[in-house]
T-cell receptor, first 116, second 111 residues
Framework: NAGVTQTPKFQVLKTGQSMTLQCAQD?????MYWYRQDPGMGLRLIYY???????DKGEVPNGYNVSRLNKREFSLRLESAAPSQTSVYFC???????????????FGPGTRLTVL | EDKVVQSPLSLVVHEGDTVTLNCSYE??????LLWYKQEKKAPTFLFML????IEKKSGRLSSILDKKELFSILNITATQTGDSAVYLC???????????FGTGTRLQVFP
């Protein structure tokens, strides 16, 4: 099992450009998440999807859109990139929403995005 | 507003030292607290705690939760250079599927 995979690993954009970050998991997890991590800010939730076909805003959704394409894939789109979106982006997945027992999130390797 | 606060922000120790990392939280309908270790890339799961007073152990790492005082500690004994990382604490409530993360404690272990 590859776990959670993300592409690309690195990306440099100019202000105003658009791009999509891809995430896929092969663990048959129901829930998927997108976070951004900035120095001194910890991990902040952008959007999440509790199950296929549903998405919800997290703490910092402005400037982003998401698509839960199927159970495996959850993409994050920047329509018009801004320098404030320079960050490291992590995708994560977990087995079931609101389930009992062990329900930790598994993280992908991250995408380092720079917006000039 | 739900929040998670970790202390100290950073810690520098020598190999063999014992360290204690702190995590305090305020969250509605607390369900569980999770510890992650983040080295160069993705966070990796360490522990999940749901009940007060029950210590979780994995080798030299251990963690305990106090639901009355709303905090958790992560202990690392006989530290090694491989323990150098950012340690993240996160909490989950019953209302939501979301995790709320603290800003982390950066631990550096020197030989």
């Amino acid at each position: 099992n590859a776990g959670v995979t993300q592409t690309p690993k690195f990306q440099v954009l100019k202000t105003g450009q658009s791009m999509t970050l891809q995430c896929a998991q092969d663990m048959n997890h129901n829930s998927m998440y997108w976070y951004r991590q900035d120095p001194g800010m910890g991990l902040r939730l952008i959007y999440y999807s509790a199950s296929e076909g549903t998405t919800d805003k997290g703490e910092v959704p402005n400037g982003y859109n998401v698509s839960r394409l199927n159970k495996r894939e959850f993409s994050l789109r920047l329509e018009s990139a801004a320098p404030s979106q320079t960050s490291v982006y992590f995708c994560a997945s977990s087995p079931q929403p609101l389930a009992g027992g062990r329900n930790e999130q598994f993280f992908g390797p991250g995408t380092r995005l720079t917006v000039l | 507003e739900d929040k998670v606060v970790q202390s100290p922000l950073s810690l520098v120790v020598h190999e063999g030292d014992t360290v204690t990392l702190n995590c305090s939280y305020e969250v509605t309908n607390f369900r569980s607290l999770l510890w992650y270790k983040q080295e160069k890339k993705a966070p990796t799961f360490l522990f999940m705690l749901t009940s007060s007073g029950i210590e979780k152990k994995s080798g030299r790492l251990s963690s305990i939760l106090d639901k009355k005082e709303l905090f958790s500690i992560l202990n690392i004994t006989a530290t090694q250079t491989g323990d150098s990382a950012v340690y993240l604490c996160a909490v989950r409530s019953y209302n939501t599927d979301k995790l709320i993360f603290g800003t982390g404690t950066r631990l550096q272990v020197f030989p």
